[in-house]
């Protein structure tokens, strides 16, 4: 992502095991942090604009979802080098995508939750 760029998808930290692949290689990494548009893969070293497909379950029950994107942006996170991947967009079906976008908003309300019931212990 280029610099003064704006993302327009809400992101989650996470941490999710995923399998990135490209067209030589499978690279297993940790998504840590994730949106309906793309996601920051740690763990994995690839260069900006390569192809690629991530692999990952997001713990609901369905099954796991594979995701086509473009690399977009390297960094290093706790001293491993790490990917922004953004999806493309025919990367997920209508119910695909559904999944993943209540997906986050779950994390996000739990999240808010405990943030608030903190607080409130606090004072």
């Given at each position: 992502m280029e610099s003064g760029e704006k993302r327009n998808d809400f992101r989650i930290d996470v941490v999710l095991s995923v399998n990135l692949e490209t067209n030589r290689q499978t690279l297993p990494g940790e998504i840590r942090d994730l949106s309906v548009g793309g996601a920051l893969v740690a763990g994995s070293a690839v260069g900006i604009g390569t192809d690629v497909e991530l692999e990952f379950e997001l713990a609901?029950?369905?099954?796991?979802?594979?995701?086509?994107?473009?690399?977009?942006?390297?960094?290093?996170?706790e001293g491993q080098p790490a990917s922004g991947v953004q999806f493309l967009p025919d990367a997920l079906s209508s119910q695909g995508e559904e999944r993943l976008s209540r997906f986050v908003r779950r994390l996000e309300r739990s999240r808010l939750a405990a943030r608030a019931e903190r607080e409130e212990e606090m004072g």
């Open positions: 609901d029950g369905g099954p796991p979802l594979r995701l086509r994107g473009l690399c977009v942006r390297r960094t290093v996170i």
